[in-house]
């Protein structure tokens, strides 16, 4: 790829303490380049959650390389990942996550604060517009839809302007049309931004939807030498 902004090469993490002990990632190789939105698919227990935290920088394999944005994760300290998180990943998670004691401004300012960002609500203020969230920017999550929330948490997980968005089943505690609506805005929201989009999902439709898809069977890629182009409906 012309220009990779991840790069895997033989991935492997095992999760659990002795004989419970379980190896999840096997041998994981590939590349994802700026820009490009991919569709991180598979079968429940094929991995892919366990890939997303590991490209989240939330679990740390035991062997392999990580490369994001040019810095090798693997070995990194979690204080030095959670600031690199901060500044090139954003996460939007099934469940939405918002703080339910703090409004939705005061939720999408969190991650601005903690990066020491210029003005932190004002930017705040702006990204729930971004999100056609303006008028409910002092609602707290209690009194937001299910489809508030998430708009939400995409607000929260751009604010930091990240060179990279990963959305973990974003549509997964949706009904069909907010469902149909926040996937819109989040592609709407990567095309204006040019951000890379990781995008796990089981359906595969949707991941049909991005530039490619990348499969994961028993924590190993399926067809691996196809993982550079496009696949078909029938592979994802």
């Given amino acids: 790829m012309a220009d990779p902004i991840?790069?895997?090469?033989?991935?492997?993490?095992?999760?659990?303490?002795?004989?419970?002990?379980?190896?999840?990632?096997?041998?994981?190789?590939?590349?994802?380049?700026?820009?490009?939105?991919?569709?991180?698919?598979?079968?429940?227990?094929?991995?892919?959650?366990?890939?997303?935290?590991?490209?989240?920088?939330?679990?740390?394999?035991?062997?392999?390389?990580?490369?994001?944005?040019g810095a090798e994760l693997?070995?990194?300290?979690?204080?030095?990942?959670?600031?690199?998180?901060?500044?090139?990943?954003?996460?939007?998670?099934?469940?939405?996550?918002?703080?339910?004691?703090?409004?939705?401004?005061?939720?999408?300012?969190?991650?601005?604060?903690?990066?020491?960002?210029?003005?932190?609500?004002?930017?705040?203020?702006?990204?729930?517009?971004?999100?056609?969230?303006?008028?409910?920017?002092?609602?707290?999550?209690?009194q937001l839809s299910g489809g508030e929330q998430q708009r939400v948490a995409i607000a929260r997980a751009l604010a930091p302007d990240p060179e990279i968005l990963i959305a973990d089943e974003p549509t997964g505690n949706l009904d069909d049309e907010n469902g149909a609506a926040i996937i819109k805005l989040i592609f709407d929201l990567r095309k204006k931004r040019g951000a890379t989009l990781i995008l796990v999902t089981h359906d595969n439709d949707l991941a049909a939807r991005c530039d490619r898809t990348i499969r994961i069977r028993s924590g190993r890629l399926d067809h691996p030498g196809q993982v550079s182009a496009m696949t078909t409906a029938s592979e994802s």
């Avoid at 939105?37 to 997303?52: D, Q, R, Y």
């Avoid at 990943?89 to 703080?99: K, Y």
């Avoid at 604060?113 to 920017?137: I, M, N, S, T």
């Fill in 74 to 142: 693997s070995g990194m300290s979690e204080d030095d990942l959670a600031r690199f998180r901060g500044s090139h990943i954003g996460i939007v998670f099934q469940s939405f996550h918002l703080i339910p004691t703090m409004t939705a401004l005061e939720n999408v300012a969190i991650p601005l604060e903690l990066a020491g960002k210029p003005d932190p609500f004002g930017k705040a203020a702006q990204e729930l517009a971004a999100v056609g969230l303006a008028a409910r920017a002092g609602h707290y999550p209690a």
């Fill in 6 to 69: 991840i790069e895997l090469s033989k991935i492997d993490l095992s999760l659990g303490r002795g004989q419970a002990r379980v190896h999840i990632l096997k041998e994981i190789s590939f590349s994802i380049e700026k820009g490009e939105a991919v569709g991180l698919t598979g079968p429940s227990g094929s991995g892919k959650s366990t890939l997303l935290m590991t490209l989240a920088g939330l679990e740390q394999p035991d062997s392999g390389s990580l490369k994001i944005a």
